[in-house]
């Protein structure tokens, strides 16, 4: 990045629940990202602390309440325009196990990602582009650093 790169916040929510992380789908007409598979997530606005804006961030867009957080999972920094994001991705879990209240025209679907299945991260996202599979992936390992049972094939 050049000298007149600034560094940006970003904060994800690896939702865990039943062995599994929760994602949604982006909506195929967003700028960014297009159609590709998420975590609940965000910019951390100024003058915010990381926590605040995950908690923000999981009811904006989803209308759950972090019930805790239970670890980082993650830190990368990656390139958007002139800046540089550096997102930390967080295990959580939430209050309830009510539907998600996605946010209309932003997100086209939903699932629990079980760790044999997280391949379905990379659908329509740029060749070569597994990041959000490589965030799932530490969320996982950091589930069993945690002592948390990892769903497997047979839905254990």
Not at 40 to 56: I, K, S
Not at 71 to 90: I, N, S
Not at 110 to 115: D, L, S
Request: glycine residues 12%; aromatic residues 10%; proline residues 2%.
């Amino acid at each position: 990045m050049s000298g007149s790169s600034r560094r940006n916040g970003m904060v994800g929510a690896l939702i865990v629940r039943d062995g599994r992380l929760f994602a949604h789908q982006r909506s195929f007409d967003r700028k960014l990202f297009p159609g590709c598979w998420d975590v609940a997530g965000g910019h951390v606005e100024d003058g915010e602390g990381l926590y605040d804006a995950l908690f923000r961030e999981v009811q904006e867009e989803t209308g759950w309440e972090v019930d805790e957080v239970l670890g980082l999972a993650k830190v990368f920094e990656w390139p958007k325009g002139d800046k540089v994001m550096r997102e930390y991705d967080f295990l959580v879990t939430v209050k309830g196990r009510a539907e998600p209240q996605l946010e209309a025209g932003k997100v086209c679907g939903m699932r629990w990602i079980a760790e044999y299945e997280a391949e379905i991260l990379d659908e329509n996202c740029a060749e070569g582009d597994y990041g959000m599979r490589l965030i799932f992936e530490a969320g996982f390992v950091a589930m069993r650093k945690l002592g948390i049972a990892v769903a497997d094939e047979k839905g254990r």
